[in-house]
């Protein structure tokens, strides 16, 4: 495990955060306020300023989630305490490496959801998911009335905790979620130290649908990924334990990309390897499977979504937003609401 480069990592990811908007585009989408943001990039970032700033606004959240359950508005209380546990994702996440600070913030956030899990409307329960010689962690949630399961796959750099506002959208629109941790990510890189490669992303993916099939057959079995998790989504496709799938601006290994230095960096920690993304021209496709791509997409071209669109099978279909970049941020909640109609349906359109 890389130990060298820990620091100068973080001065990078905090000197990014400092200049460009552009990179809080992603945790703005998934739930934290813009005035709290605000807050926090009005003074120059230095490591104990992120950590004390987001610990501090988390504090307050729960404070207000509180309340919120004592008057026994339980929506409120449990979108406070996510938001609570959002902050406290965002201090684990600045730590690159696995050591007993990253293992603490994690901690935290993980019980700041399930005291939100304690309060909402829709059941969870907790599972685990052997792989090899590891665990990886994750979490399922029910509606009253399913018509179906969504497994989601997160990104490289992300966790379970971070997307719940992909849970919630595909909740109320009543479809289990299942959403797990993969190599790399989140509890399962904090718990077990399981680092992501090309073949345990494989076995992960393998397992996570016989696993989610074992226990729901009697229901349809969808994937929805974004980035590299839409890349694993339509590596999913070729399962015929699944039966449709959505990838939001899958990531392709033949992409010359000069990703962020920081970015890089923080990769090193959780891979084996310097990739681990699949190869789409070894896959058979055999289920439908819904691309989107924004036009302005700095990391995905035209041209490989165009080339991996032609060889999808039968029932495919592309959508494409002019003005969006990678993984179409500001239209994801749109995206989710048009998936969840075509998972039930097959039909796509704006009319939502």
């Known amino acids: 495990m890389p130990q060298k480069n820990t620091f ?3 001065d990078k990811t905090l000197l990014t955060a400092g200049l460009m908007d552009g990179f809080w585009d992603r945790w703005l989408v998934h739930g934290v306020e813009k005035e709290d943001l605000e807050r926090i990039r009005s003074s120059r970032f230095t490591k104990d300023k992120w950590l004390n700033g ?14 919120y359950k004592q008057m026994k508005e339980f929506n409120e209380a449990e979108l406070k305490f996510q938001t609570a546990g959002l902050y406290f994702q965002l201090n684990q996440w600045l730590i690159p490496e696995r050591n007993k600070e990253k293992a603490h913030w994690t901690n935290v956030s993980l019980r700041a959801f399930e005291i939100a899990d304690s309060v909402s409307g829709y059941e969870t329960t907790y599972a685990h998911l052997p792989l090899d010689m590891y665990q990886c962690y994750g979490r399922i949630r ?10 989601i796959i997160n990104p490289l750099d992300s966790s379970k905790e971070e997307l719940f506002t992909y849970e919630v959208d595909f909740l109320k629109r009543d479809f289990i979620t299942v959403s797990f941790d993969g190599p790399g990510q989140g509890q399962t890189f904090i718990s077990s130290g399981l680092r992501g490669s090309i073949k345990s992303w494989e076995t992960f993916m393998d397992d996570l649908i016989d696993f989610t099939y074992s226990q729901f057959s009697f229901l349809p079995i969808h994937l929805f990924g974004t980035s590299s998790g839409a890349a694993w989504a339509v590596y999913g496709s070729c399962n015929p334990k699944i039966s449709k799938v959505v990838g939001v601006s899958p990531a392709f290994k033949n992409e010359e990309i000069r990703l962020p ?21 070894r896959m058979d496709f055999i289920n439908p499977v819904l691309l989107v791509h924004g036009k302005k997409d700095v990391m995905v071209s035209d041209e490989n979504i165009y080339s991996l669109y032609e060889q999808l099978p039968d029932g495919k279909s592309l959508l494409e937003f002019e003005h969006e970049g990678h993984c179409c941020n500001y239209k994801l909640q749109e995206i989710r609401e048009l998936a969840a109609k075509w998972f039930k349906e097959g039909t796509i359109n704006n009319d939502i």
Not at 57 to 67: G, T, V, Y
Not at 142 to 151: A, D, E, H, L, M
């Open 261 to 281: 230095d920081y970015f890089m960096e923080r990769t090193s920690f959780i891979l084996e390897e310097p990739s681990m993304l699949p190869s789409y021209e």
């Open 142 to 151: 029910y509606p009253k009335n399913p018509v179906g399961v969504v497994i």
């Open 8 to 10: 100068s990592t973080i």
């Open 54 to 67: 987001w610990n501090e606004l988390a504090n307050k959240k729960i404070i207000e989630a509180s309340k």
